[in-house]
């Protein structure tokens, strides 16, 4: 592994090598040519064989390709890349062959994507092309960009669900339109292109407080450029509907693509590019734990350790280069650790063939993708961090501390130099909490995290409503959500919604400590066959070994992740539970004793529950309630009512030593009692209220309410 001082391209190039061995089986063959993965006209197939195709490029220009003792030579990575290339202009609808469903792709909102996110190995490719190959590239460029200046128009909106929501959409294809103009500057369209594609790039990371800017881009004042606004006032993202970190990444990374094009090419970037780009970058790195894993505060709806993931890689780069930033080629250095500890697991030159195994007997289709991101991404470094001088790592990791909070989103989160803490209501999968140390990320979990869980015709929770509150160390949250049957099976069955559930977290001004609370209470009779709650995921999977610690004084297992077993659940016997010796959760009320609940295999899912599931990590799950019997549930029954304490970076005596307590005054609010980290005694009330209202809750240090 590199070292801090002599950080190198090579540190990418010596895990990229290793899918040679691999990439046969992923290659296909017939009269349009050489492909990678599935060959469809649809677009993850095309972005899928231009990944790897650029991948393939950057690994045969590289000067010490062969130290790395591949399984392929130089020539034959470089003539499969060729062919990928080929196979994607000639199955265009400019091309003369189809793709492997009998069609030809182009002419969408997404079609460019792939090529721009090749544009770098286009660029190692472009010697090696014949002149009917240029020329080919040449009218594919030009058929999109006049499709995107007659056809697709530019908009903007916050609400992810509103259909406007587009900032990396168009990033692209307001790059894609650039560099056409700028590679081909006799077109006689050009300056319809530029301008069209400074409209795309303003409104890519667009701000509220663009409508009234008079900053002038190409003549003009931003505010009549402007078409809306894509980001929250302090820079968060609706994106698919949730507080989503990982769009606000993408959308670096697409600047990132074109940012070094330009470099590589010696052309000027203009300012249009950047629009907002450091402001977004301060905010993304906040949400960034020191190793490199994305802190995804409103989780995922893709594979974890994946997608979003990956391009965080071009994001770091820009940001060494553009703002000088050696924390950012901290992140860069750190996480190739991970992928090089994932890449051991799979021992066969590919990233995911075996955490994410059941991904691809399902759906080689998507299997393919993403694998190809990963080989992708790491070409960036490969090729960038070898063509140009970029900031160094820094010599430690970042500890900086933060606190933050997005009213749309009613999300918190307080960042300390040791620890993290968080409460989200729009989670990728319902409203969501962390409590864990800064330095350790394969702790991290967001599926309904910390909410507590009820299983039954495919629950989901919506109709979330909920706000939050910051104050000096600390963070208080309330919310309410339906939990509502989404899978009806019978004619004439609705979604009904089958019970309410109501969540409070408090992220007490100690550094450490969050109090949650929850209480569920059917609506609507119907089966519930599962309930966890408190709902306390907890990772046991690659990232940390595949073992972790639990202990209590009535209870102390090392514990595996359990693949191929029978599901379980085991009772520690305690209200007191150390999770490898870092994080401690103390059940105060709701509960005679915590559990931790085993699922059979990997767990943690894709997107919203629809068969067949999707599955990419595994975790252990600790409940205050674990019962998972089948049976109808009335109307008025409380299916849960917790209380519970978390602290990160605590030890198992250090929780045992606090006061925490909780009682019901005549009123019937709940009062939680806990001595902090600081020794300071805090006192949480909460109100659960009935009907539409979320609950009331208040924090007070002593006497004193700060919350």
């Not at 996110?117 to 490719?125: C, F, I, K, S, W």
């Not at 900053?215 to 698919?240: A, Q």
């Not at 330009?262 to 402001?279: I, S, V």
């Not at 509150?469 to 019978?490: N, Q, S």
Request: charged share 25%; net charge negative; aromatic share 10%.
């Amino acid at each position: 592994m590199c070292n801090v001082t002599n950080f190198k391209s090579s540190a990418y190039l010596s895990l990229m090598v290793p899918f040679l061995k691999v990439l046969p089986q992923f290659l296909r063959e017939s009269e349009a040519g050489r492909w990678y993965g599935t060959g469809e006209s649809a677009h993850w197939p095309v972005q899928s064989n231009m990944n790897v195709c650029a991948a393939l490029a950057v690994m045969a220009e590289d000067p010490d390709f062969e130290t790395y003792n591949p399984s392929l030579p130089r020539e034959e990575v470089l003539a499969i890349s060729l062919d990928l290339f080929r196979y994607a202009m000639r199955t265009h609808l400019t091309g003369d062959r189809k793709a492997t469903d009998g069609k030809s792709w182009g002419h969408h909102w997404i079609s460019v994507l792939g090529a721009e996110r090749m544009t770098h190995g286009v660029n190692a490719l472009f010697p090696h092309l014949s002149e009917e190959e240029r020329e080919r590239y040449k009218q594919f460029r030009i058929s999109e960009s006049d499709w995107l200046l007659e056809e697709y128009p530019v908009v903007a909106g916050m609400e992810g669900r509103s259909g406007k929501n587009k900032p990396e959409s168009n990033l692209w294809n307001g790059g894609f339109l650039l560099r056409t103009a700028m590679d081909y500057p006799d077109l006689p369209r050009r300056e319809e292109y530029l301008d069209k594609g400074t409209r795309f790039l303003l409104n890519g990371i667009s701000h509220p407080s663009d409508a009234a800017s008079e900053r002038v881009f190409r003549g003009r004042p931003l505010r009549e450029w402007s078409c809306g606004f894509n980001f929250t006032p302090n820079y968060s993202l609706d994106h698919h509907g949730y507080l989503n970190v990982g769009y606000m990444v993408i959308c670096l990374s697409n600047i990132a693509m074109l940012h070094f094009n330009f470099r590589e090419r010696g052309q000027a970037a203009p300012p249009e590019l950047y629009h907002h780009a450091e402001d977004l970058w301060k905010v993304v790195k906040n949400f960034t734990f020191p190793d490199g894993r994305l802190l995804r505060i409103g989780g995922d709806t893709r594979a974890r350790y994946t997608y979003c993931q990956c391009y965080a890689i071009p994001a770091w780069l820009l940001a060494a280069d553009l703002f000088g930033d050696h924390e950012a080629a901290r992140f860069e250095k750190n996480w190739l650790a991970t992928v090089r500890q994932e890449m051991a697991y799979s021992n066969d030159g590919s990233c995911y063939a075996k955490r994410l195994n059941n991904i691809r007997k399902t759906s080689y289709y998507y299997f393919c993708r993403l694998e190809s991101d990963s080989v992708l991404s790491l070409s960036y470094g490969a090729r960038w961090r070898r063509e140009f001088q970029l900031a160094a790592p820094a010599e430690k990791d970042s500890e900086t501390p933060a606190l933050w909070e997005d009213d749309y989103h009613a999300a918190a989160m307080i960042r300390t130099e040791k620890t993290i803490r968080s409460w989200v209501k729009a989670g990728a999968q319902g409203p969501t909490g962390l409590c864990i140390p800064l330095n350790a990320s394969d702790m991290a979990e967001w599926q309904g995290n910390l909410n507590g869980c009820v299983t039954g015709n495919r629950i989901e929770e919506e109709n979330r409503k909920g706000k939050q509150k910051t104050f000096p160390g600390g963070f208080l949250y309330a919310g309410k959500t339906d939990l509502v049957e989404t899978l009806p099976l019978g004619e004439g069955e609705e979604h009904y919604t089958v019970a309410e559930h109501r969540s409070v977290a408090a992220a007490l001004p100690d550094g450490h400590t969050l109090l949650t609370a929850g209480r569920c209470i059917m609506k609507k009779e119907a089966t519930i066959n599962g309930i966890a709650s408190l709902n306390l995921e907890i990772p046991n999977d690659v990232f940390n070994n595949f073992q972790r610690h639990y202990r209590s004084p009535e209870f102390d297992r090392i514990l595996r992740m359990p693949e191929g077993k029978e599901s379980e659940v085991l009772d520690t016997g305690a209200q007191i539970l150390s999770i490898d010796g870092n994080v401690c959760v103390r059940l105060l009320s709701g509960g005679a004793s915590l559990k931790i609940v085993r699922a059979g295999g990997r767990n943690i899912r894709l997107q919203k529950p629809s068969p067949p599931d999707l599955l990419s990590l595994y975790a252990d799950v600790i409940a205050a309630d674990a019962d998972f019997e089948s049976r109808r549930r009335m109307p008025g029954e409380l299916l849960f009512e917790t209380v519970c304490a978390l602290s990160a970076g605590t030890d198992l005596k250090e929780m045992e030593d606090r006061i925490a307590r909780v009682s019901t005054t005549v009123e019937g609010e709940v009062v939680a009692e806990i001595s902090g980290a600081d020794g300071v005694l805090y006192r949480c009330t909460i109100s659960w209220r009935d009907g539409d209202d979320i609950p009331e809750i208040a924090l007070f240090r002593g006497e004193e309410r700060i919350g």
